[in-house]
């Protein structure tokens, strides 16, 4: 019936892989009728009586759904094992969508929203129910641990936070949990705070006493992390909280190497200074 009526608003287009109905997708060819549609759904009563009338609708719908799919995720019915057995397994197919895409909604919705940082601020704990099985397919779908050995000790929730670019959430759950907990391949908060640059985030975990010395199984260590990345404001602060800036890692690549070889010019000053 929606093809009757919308016809030559729509495409229905199908996977190569897997061409049954249920695997097809309806998509929205003309931008015309995507901005029509922004501006018209209706927003839940949780955004309009949050006083913020005048943002941006695409902001408005990036949150109701960060709100879905957190909430999809949530239930431990989703993560059952059963849904793997089914013929037409589309409850996969939409978790792994809420999986790996609820924190983008929430980076491209509402900043500071209440109902989105309770939600967050719950499921990122070891205590939640579906925790780990949501933990464990993120996991399985990062390239960087490929081809490394089994984690047989997990990061913390505060990790994936920072991971996810979640800033606002890593800055609250800081002082809720252990800034030092680490992996078994040595993946840790502060150092994937330094290798995306998050100055504020890496600031807070210093104050809170987080290890600047802790290094993974590859003696990379939250400088080198920055240095790597071009983060000069992170290098300059973990130089003003007395970093070994000649600390190298396991294949003898130092902080001043590495941003050389990266050509981040502007760390190398103020960290030759000090080596």
């Known amino acids: 019936m ?31 009728v995507k901005q029509y ?5 209706p927003m839940p009563g ?20 960060a ?40 980076r491209s919705g509402l900043r500071n929203d209440a109902v989105i940082l309770r939600l967050c601020m719950g499921f990122l704990s070891r205590d939640y129910p579906t925790w780990d099985s949501w933990r464990t397919l993120i996991d ?10 089994a984690e047989t000790v997990p990061p913390g929730p505060l990790y994936y936070a920072v991971e996810m670019g979640l800033k606002d959430v890593a800055i609250s759950l800081i002082t809720e949990q252990n800034v030092n907990e680490t992996s078994s391949l040595g993946r840790s908060p502060l150092g994937i705070a330094c290798t995306k640059g998050f100055i504020e985030v890496v600031k807070l975990m210093v104050q809170n ?6 290094a993974d199984n590859e003696g990379w260590t939250p400088v080198i992390a920055a240095s790597s ?37 502007e760390v190398i000053f103020p960290a030759s200074r000090r080596a």
Do not use: M
């Not at 390239?143 to 490394?148: A, E, I, S, V």
């Open 229 to 265: 990345n071009g983060h000069v404001q992170v290098v300059k602060l973990l130089l003003e909280n007395n970093i070994d800036i000649t600390a190298a890692d396991n294949e003898g690549w130092t902080p001043v190497y590495v941003a050389s070889f990266n050509g981040h010019v």
């Open 37 to 41: 549609l922004i501006y018209r759904l």
């Open 2 to 32: 929606i093809i009757d009526l919308c016809g030559p608003l729509l495409e229905v287009r199908n996977d190569p892989s897997n061409p049954s109905a249920g695997q097809r997708a309806v998509h929205l060819p003309h931008f015309t």
């Open 209 to 214: 006493r987080a290890n600047i010395t802790a």
């Open 140 to 149: 399985s779908e990062d390239p960087k641990l490929r081809g490394k050995d």
């Open 46 to 65: 949780w955004i309009l009586h949050n006083d913020r009338l005048q943002t941006s609708h695409e902001k408005s719908q990036n949150t109701v759904l």
């Open 67 to 106: 709100k879905t799919c957190l909430q999809y995720v949530s239930l431990y019915q989703v993560w059952d094992s059963a849904l793997h057995d089914s013929p037409h397994p589309l409850g996969v197919s939409f978790r792994r969508y809420a999986a790996t895409s609820w924190h983008q909604h929430v």
